[in-house]
Each structure stands twice: as C-alpha cells, then as structure tokens.
C-alpha cells in the first residue's frame, strides 16, 4: 500500500515538474521572432495552392497569438513552415 502511494506521489511530481517546461516550450514556438521568419519564408515561396494555403495558416497563427492562444498558434505556425516543404 505504501509502495502504491509512493509510486503515484512520483508520478504527480513528475507531471508538475514537466508541464510548466512543455508550456514554456510551447509558447517559444509561437514567438513573434519565429512568425516574421516564417512569413519572410512565405514571401519568398513560388505563387500557387502552396503559398495561400501558408498565408492562411499564418494568419490563423496571428489570431490565435492575439488570443493568448500559444498551442494553437504554434500548431498552425508548424503547419505553415511545412506547407512549402510537402509536395
């Protein structure tokens, strides 16, 4: 029994531990340094499908920024960076 209460005092530990470094990272991801880098990159990709699918997504990533929404936004960011890659 005091082996199970140990074992799960770890684990919670270890969960509040990590999360503050996920959020942390997270909200690195969706930096205003890394959406002019991206949107630099947009600008200088080829005109077609590719191009506007990664302006939406950029613009999608802005709005969620501007909501406080850091996961969305580096969700939608990582889309972006990706589009011009994926053929």
Do not use: W, Y
């Not at 969960?15 to 991801?29: E, H, S, Y």
């Not at 340094?33 to 939406?56: C, F, H, P, Y």
């Not at 969620?64 to 990706?82: E, I, N, T, W």
């Amino acid at each position: 029994m005091l082996n199970k209460l140990l074992a799960a005092t770890a684990i919670a530990a270890l969960a509040f531990a990590v999360a503050p470094a996920d959020a942390a990272r997270v909200k690195a991801g969706c930096s205003g340094d890394n959406l002019s880098k991206t949107e630099t990159m947009i600008e200088n990709m080829a005109d077609g499908e590719g191009k506007i699918a990664a302006q939406k997504e950029i613009a999608a990533a802005q709005d969620a920024m501007l909501s406080g929404k850091m996961g969305v936004c580096a969700s939608h960011l990582s889309k972006a960076m990706h589009v011009g890659t994926a053929k």
